[in-house]
């Protein structure tokens, strides 16, 4: 679970710049909060992210625990040009992973949160 600051901005970033799909969202007045859940597929098949917005709140301290999200992409240089041509920021271009071989990218999402691209293997 993420938490945003504004809600359209990050259900627009994760289906218009990553690809995945809203899956479902639903209020909860009594708890002035918005949950919305979003994945490349069905729950029941794949996972999913799910964002949380609390009314009112517009912006978090991501925090010094937290690392990043992983995806596996086909092709990590394909998906940075794609992110890229969509508006995404790139913020570690494709390229092999530290003291390895594996491609990976990172992306950055409209509150921060950092997202590492993985090549398949």
């Known amino acids: 679970m993420l938490r945003v600051g504004d809600l359209q901005r990050s259900i627009a970033f994760y289906t218009e710049v990553l690809g995945m799909r809203l899956l479902r969202q639903k209020d909860y ?30 912006s978090y301290e991501i925090g010094s625990a937290f690392g990043h999200i992983a995806i596996e992409v086909d092709d990590v240089y394909r998906a940075c040009e794609e992110i890229k041509s969509r508006g995404g920021k790139i913020i570690r271009d494709a390229g092999p992973m530290n003291a390895g071989t594996t491609i990976i990218a990172f992306v950055e999402d409209p509150d921060g949160y950092q997202i590492e691209l993985i090549g398949k293997r």
Do not use: H, M, Q, R
């Not at 918005?34 to 009314?55: C, D, M, P, Q």
């Open 29 to 58: 007045p009594k708890g002035e909060f918005t949950l919305a859940f979003l994945g490349y597929g069905s729950e029941a098949e794949n996972s999913v992210i799910e964002l949380t917005y609390n009314w009112g709140v517009d």
